[in-house]
């Protein structure tokens, strides 16, 4: 069975642009977590959706949304980036919101120069 | 801000010593604790978890963990170590609006 894949795997951006990630969740898992890790820090939460709704948001402006589609798959948007947004986005999939296991992408690293 | 911290983030050790990670947590209310590994090219995966009952659990590849609730921690276990467990380790609470640790990176000399 596949993982949790993310895509793009790398991604370059310029300050001031948009940027759209994706992840496809493990088949029949129905939560979607994204999660901000900056080097030499642990993983950050920035949302959760849970059958297409937003269940939870971390710490992070309003340049950041995200939504759920019906097959489950997910899209994170990050508008007028700053060099800060640098950073492993990681996408996690559980089969329940409040699953106690979260399954991992690889991640997607995001450069803003 | 609520979060779990870890105090050692690079530990080199060679094969056969024994391993302590150190985690705490911030935070009252409900606990539950998790460690993550990350091996090298690898994705992050669950390493063991702590829910309620017994405050010893076992995850896999031999490791352990304790929750000591009067000491606010969660220390990750290992009685002897071997070359592949070099990677990565994260101390993780179970709730949106905690901080997961900021990782030990552990590397065995073989």
Redesign the interface.
């Known amino acids: 069975d596949a993982?949790?894949t993310q895509s793009p795997t790398h991604l370059i951006k310029t300050r001031g642009q948009q940027v759209t990630l994706r992840c496809s969740p493990i088949s029949g898992h129905k939560s979607v977590?994204w999660y901000q890790q900056v080097l030499?820090?642990?993983?950050?939460?920035i949302f959760?959706y849970y059958e297409k709704e937003e269940r939870?948001?971390?710490?992070f402006p309003d340049r950041f949304s995200a939504r759920q589609f019906p097959n489950y798959s997910s899209e994170l948007n990050v508008n007028a980036l700053l060099l800060g947004d640098s950073a492993l986005y990681?996408c996690?999939s559980s089969f329940l919101q409040?699953s106690?296991?979260?399954?991992?992408?690889?991640g997607t690293q995001l450069s803003v120069l | 801000a609520q979060s779990v911290s870890?105090h050692n983030h690079h530990v080199i050790l060679s094969e056969a010593a024994s391993l302590e990670l150190g985690c705490n947590y911030s935070y009252g209310g409900t606990v539950?604790l998790?460690w993550?590994v990350q091996y090298p090219g690898?994705?992050?995966?669950?390493l063991l978890?702590y829910?309620s009952g017994d405050p010893l659990v076992k995850g896999i590849k031999g490791f352990e963990a304790e929750f000591i609730k009067s000491k606010f921690s969660f220390n990750l276990r290992k009685p002897s170590v071997q070359w592949s467990d070099t990677a990565e380790y994260?101390c993780?609470p179970?709730g949106?609006?905690l901080?997961?640790?900021?990782?030990t990176k552990l590397i065995i000399k073989p």
């Open positions: 993982g949790v977590s030499g820090q642990g993983p950050q939460f959760q939870g948001r971390g710490n990681l996690a409040g106690e296991k979260l399954f991992f992408g690889s | 870890q539950n998790f993550y690898q994705h992050l995966q669950l978890k829910f994260f993780a179970l949106h609006q901080i997961w640790g900021a990782g």
